[in-house]
């Protein structure tokens, strides 16, 4: 069975830091780019950031750049979301998601997904 499962998500003081671990089970993920996304209460899910297979290619979006970085390590298979400088607006669900092939930027271009880590940030 293909499976991604995230972990490392808690409750975190304002300005604090927290990362994100995905790995996969039932397949590698050399192969495949990697995305973070993340639903809050009430709101759509959205991209956060993403990385090429080899890890080459990193994109982020406005609301987390210069505070999030996505990294990889392909021989542990495991990707990370490291989160720097926390606000409450960054309470969410966060995914990982697998799409083989070529860096996507939207969900309908990924392949699998794990089932979700919350992170709360308090104010």
């Known amino acids: 069975q293909l499976q991604l499962v995230e972990s490392g998500g808690t409750l975190v003081q304002s300005g604090g830091s927290l990362r994100l671990s995905c790995t996969a089970s039932?397949?590698?993920?050399?192969?495949?780019?990697i995305g973070w996304f993340r639903q809050a209460p009430g709101k759509e899910r959205e991209g956060v950031s993403c990385?090429?297979?080899?890890?080459?290619?990193?994109k982020y979006a406005d609301s987390v750049k210069g505070r999030f970085t996505i990294s990889r390590e392909n021989a542990k298979n495991m990707v990370y979301l490291q989160m720097n400088s926390l606000k409450p607006e960054d309470t969410a669900v966060y995914y990982c998601?697998?799409?083989?092939?070529?860096?996507?930027?939207?969900?309908?271009?990924?392949?699998?997904w794990g089932q979700g880590t919350q992170v709360t940030v308090s104010s």
């Open positions: 998601a697998a799409a083989w092939g070529l860096i996507q930027t939207a969900a309908p271009g990924y392949d699998y």
């Open positions: 039932g397949f590698t993920l050399d192969d495949f780019a």
């Open positions: 990385i090429s297979s080899g890890g080459s290619i990193l």
